[in-house]
């Protein structure tokens, strides 16, 4: 069974920082890209930043690039999202799935989340 944990969300004042953290089990965690997602309040859950399977490779949106940096650690199972100088647009539950080649998510079944909150 496929579990997908996230954590280190939190309150942060904009332009503060935040390390997102997703350990995934139940599929072998190398052999697939994996994804960043949000959902903001009243809005649809978009793609944030994604990872090719051996890590080398990573997309972030236009609007979060240069802030946001997606990493991998295989041996851990556990994809990372380094979040800088957050802004209150950020603010959103952030979500972390394996992604089809098409950047839509694998697994039917979400983690909790992790909630983000940027003040202004």
């Known amino acids: 069974q496929v579990q997908l944990v996230e954590s280190g969300g939190g309150l942060v004042q904009a332009g503060g920082s935040l390390r997102l953290s997703c350990v995934a089990s139940g599929r072998t965690f190398s052999a697939y890209s994996m994804g960043w997602f949000r959902q903001a309040p009243g809005k649809e859950r978009e793609l944030v930043a994604r990872?090719?399977?051996?890590?080398?490779?990573?997309y972030t949106r236009d609007s979060v690039k240069g802030r946001f940096t997606i990493s991998k650690d295989n041996a851990m199972n556990t994809m990372y999202l380094q979040m800088n100088s957050l802004k209150p647009e950020q603010t959103a539950v952030y979500y972390c799935n394996y992604v089809s080649k098409w950047d839509t998510p694998i697994i039917a079944s979400w983690g909790q989340g992790t909630k983000v909150t940027v003040s202004s």
């Open positions: 990872i090719n399977r051996s890590g080398d490779t990573t």
